[in-house]
Every structure is written in structure tokens, then in C-alpha cells.
T-cell receptor
Framework: DSGVTQTPKHLITATGQRVTLRCSPR?????VYWYQQSLDQGLQFLIQ???????AKGNILERFSAQQFPDLHSELNLSSLELGDSALYFC?????????????FGEGSRLTVL | QQQVKQSPQSLIVQKGGISIINCAYE??????FPWYQQFPGKGPALLIA?????SEKKEGRFTISFNKSAKQFSLHIMDSQPGDSATYFC????????????FGGGTRLMVKP
């Protein structure tokens, strides 16, 4: 158990809908990262937050947004969903936003868009 | 642009054999190179990592070899076991750009009993 909690574990929705994925980082970790894992794209970095502030941005679509709250949990909002958004979404956390090494990953939220 | 290329995509090894997975990177600013192991239904978990000031790091049956001039690094799994069957990802990060990891495409390893 990595200590990172993601909810929901599974989510099925329709095209055009909006969903919110939630992540609780390990106790004491200040930085949260979101990754998308699909069969043909591997693990793609979406966005990083450190202590409530956006720290780095990857290949995140404009339809997607995220935030980190004062209690350090984070939410990833996916809107106007398309079939291609079906994927595993992972949250990871680390103590620092600097290059200290290990990221601890949750078990992911599997999104299916029908 | 894929900055970390990983090969092979899949690998089948007999129990007791050596599994070798290779990665190449483009960004010379990368300064941390971890390998993650992922079992079905689970998130990736750190297996072993290396920084560019050393050419090799060994932890038990797992060894990273690092070639800075060639911008390549590899994972060797000695005495491979069926329990090692998983997907392995190499990754890289740049400390000046935060701690986000850029992952390779993954290698699905199957170790046959």
C-alpha cells in the first residue's frame, strides 16, 4: 500500500459528460501528480501541484483541469468527455516538488467513456 | 515528442534467466532515472533508481546500468522468477523542472516457470 488513495476506482460514463477524480496523497506529502495511462500512450504526465500551486504542466487537454486544496488532496476534472478519454488515471505524491526522487502512486481510477 | 524510448515492448524469459530492458533518452537535463514495476490492477511502484554520477547500481537481483555519453540505461533482472512477471517502466526527470517523471512506453515481462 503506497498510502495514496484514489476514488472512484471505476467510473463509467457517457460522451459529453463531466467527471471528477479524487486523490489523497500520502500523509506529509506536499506534491501531487496526475498521470494518464492508456494502452497506446503509456503513462503520460498531465499536471503537478505543490502545496496548492500548479508546479508543472504536461500534455493536459483544455477540457481537463485540476486543483489541490488546502488539505492537500487533489481533484482532476474531466469535461466534455470523448471515447478517447477512456483510460486509467493515476495520482502520485511526493514530499517535495523538487527532484528528490520517488513518486508514490495510487491504484488508479479506471474511466470508461461509452 | 517521446523523450524516453524503451525496448522491447514485451519479453519472455525462462525462470532463472536474465531479463534485460533498455531505455534511451534525449533530454540531457535529466538527472534522475528510476525504474517502476507495475502489476495488473496496481499503480507503478519504484523498483530501483540511479543518478548520472554512477554507472551502475545493484539492489538484490536488480541492476541498473547507465551510460551517460550514449544517453542510455538498462535494467537487468538476474535469476528471473515468475513473480517478476509485470510491466516495467523506465523513467527520467529533471530536477530543475520539478519532480515529474517522463516514462518510457513500458515492457511487459513474462517469466515462464
Amino acid at each position: 500500500d503506497s498510502g495514496v488513495t484514489q476514488t472512484p476506482k471505476h467510473l463509467i460514463t457517457a460522451t459529453g459528460q463531466r467527471v471528477t477524480l479524487r486523490c489523497s496523497p500520502r500523509s506529509g506529502d506536499l506534491s501531487v501528480y496526475w498521470y494518464q495511462q492508456s494502452l497506446d500512450q503509456g503513462l503520460q504526465f498531465l499536471i503537478q501541484y505543490y502545496n496548492g500551486e500548479e508546479r508543472a504542466k504536461g500534455n493536459i487537454l483544455e477540457r481537463f483541469s485540476a486543483q489541490q486544496f488546502p488539505d492537500l488532496h487533489s481533484e482532476l476534472n474531466l469535461s466534455s468527455l470523448e471515447l478517447g478519454d477512456s483510460a486509467l488515471y493515476f495520482c502520485a505524491s511526493s514530499f517535495s516538488g523538487q527532484n528528490t526522487g520517488e513518486l508514490f502512486f495510487g491504484e488508479g481510477s479506471r474511466l470508461t467513456v461509452l | 515528442q517521446q523523450q524516453v524510448k524503451q525496448s522491447p515492448q514485451s519479453l519472455i524469459v525462462q525462470k532463472g534467466g536474465i531479463s534485460i530492458i533498455n531505455c534511451a533518452y534525449e533530454n540531457t537535463a535529466f538527472d534522475y532515472f528510476p525504474w517502476y514495476q507495475q502489476f495488473p490492477g496496481k499503480g507503478p511502484a519504484l523498483l530501483i533508481a540511479i543518478r548520472p554520477d554512477v554507472s551502475e547500481k545493484k539492489e538484490g537481483r536488480f541492476t541498473i546500468s547507465f551510460n551517460k555519453s550514449a544517453k542510455q540505461f538498462s535494467l537487468h533482472i538476474m535469476d528471473s522468477q515468475p513473480g517478476d512477471s509485470a510491466t516495467y517502466f523506465c523513467a527520467a526527470s529533471n530536477g530543475n523542472a520539478g519532480n515529474m517523471l517522463t516514462f518510457g512506453g513500458g515492457t511487459r515481462l513474462m517469466v515462464k516457470p
